[in-house]
């Protein structure tokens, strides 16, 4: 079992800055990725950023594109999004990821992602 706790969500205005960050505990040895994904109210859950964990490469969601960046300490088990230029379309709940193998299902894809934080609510006020 994997345990992942997400903190650094909050209130900003629009063109701010947030880091979010996921410390995951439990059999974190056998991480492949963590990723973050969000749902804003009545709307389905989406992609935001996915890490692999060896060698670290990176992807994103076009809408946050040169906006977020994702990274990790893996000796802390921890991965981080920081969001920049936030605009009031990222208000969400924000949620950490991991995956311990690789899936059939495209990392985009949460059914690709085998435990989930408890989420962390991010809103951007105009």
């Known amino acids: 079992q994997v345990q992942l706790v997400e903190s650094g969500g909050g209130l900003v205005q629009a063109g701010g800055s947030l880091r979010l960050s996921c410390a995951a505990s439990?059999?974190?040895?056998?991480?492949?990725?963590m990723g973050w994904f969000r749902q804003a109210p009545g709307k389905s859950r989406e992609f935001v950023a996915r890490i692999r964990w060896r060698p670290g490469t990176t992807a994103y969601a076009d809408s946050v594109k040169g906006r977020f960046t994702i990274s990790s300490d893996n000796a802390k088990n921890t991965v981080f999004l920081q969001m920049n230029s936030l605009k009031p379309e990222d208000t969400a709940v924000y949620y950490c990821?991991?995956?311990?193998?690789?899936?059939?299902?495209?990392?985009?894809?949460?059914?690709?992602?085998?435990?989930w934080g408890q989420g962390t609510q991010v809103t951007v006020s105009s």
């Open positions: 990821a991991s995956q311990t193998y690789s899936s059939s299902y495209s990392y985009t894809d949460d059914a690709a992602y085998h435990y």
């Open positions: 439990g059999r974190t040895f056998s991480t492949y990725a």
